[in-house]
């Protein structure tokens, strides 16, 4: 284990079982994963089944993940057998490890602050990972994605305008078809756009 590592003993086996692609997960997944060990922590502070001292401690180093200060420690391929259990297994040893110098102990203590016990406690990579791409989808298409076909969607209806006098021929099975104007062809690919923004807001739901 290197001495400036964060992650621990399952993560660097899981870097020697896994070497598929060289290619990682994005830093939204890693995001989303600390969220659940927020949220989840919370929830068993509030069930009685964890201190408030580790549990707090927890959710700090959780939200220093969240805001991407620990992106380095998370090592694995994005490809791994066992639906994620590798992953799963990533964060929470860099949250325990952090959560264990933020109460002032030294990494790898697991006595105090356990990956498995207490970062993951009532939870499975079977339902975190699955998880965890859901909220990744929703944070990225509303941060990144929606933005970017909305700004899209206004260059297209400017353009939609702006060409509305230049007549051209239409096509259709290989063959000059009516004529219509550019302005008409660019405020059809706006009309797609806009049809595809209410899609994923509908998506947006069912994530």
Avoid: W
């Avoid at 989303?32 to 549990?55: C, R, V």
């Avoid at 021929?169 to 049809?195: C, I, K, N, W």
Wanted: aromatic share 6%; glycine share 6%.
């Amino acid at each position: 284990m290197p001495e400036d590592a964060y992650y621990g003993p399952q993560t660097a086996r899981a870097v020697d079982n896994f070497k598929v692609s060289n290619q990682r997960l994005p830093p939204s997944f890693i995001k989303a994963q600390a969220a659940i060990k927020m949220a989840s922590t919370h929830a068993n502070m509030e069930a009685g089944k964890l201190d408030s001292t580790k549990g707090n401690a927890i959710i700090r180093a959780a939200s220093e993940v969240r805001e991407g200060k620990f992106d380095d420690q998370f090592v694995l391929d994005a490809f791994q057998s066992g639906a994620g259990t590798s992953q799963n297994m990533n964060a929470n040893e860099v949250i325990a490890n952090r959560a264990l110098e933020i109460l002032g102990f030294e990494k790898g203590n697991y006595d105090i602050v356990h990956p498995n016990d207490h970062v993951n406690m009532s939870q499975s990579s079977n339902d975190t990972t699955h998880t965890a791409i859901h909220i990744a989808a929703v944070e990225t298409i509303n941060a990144e994605l929606m933005p970017a076909l909305a700004e899209m969607l206004i260059v297209l209806a400017e353009k939609s305008s702006e060409f509305m006098d230049i007549v051209k021929p239409g096509r259709t099975h290989l063959q000059d078809a009516v004529p219509v104007t550019l302005g008409q062809e660019f405020s059809g690919y706006a009309q797609m756009l806009e049809l595809g923004i209410k899609g994923l807001e509908i998506s947006l739901d069912g994530l």
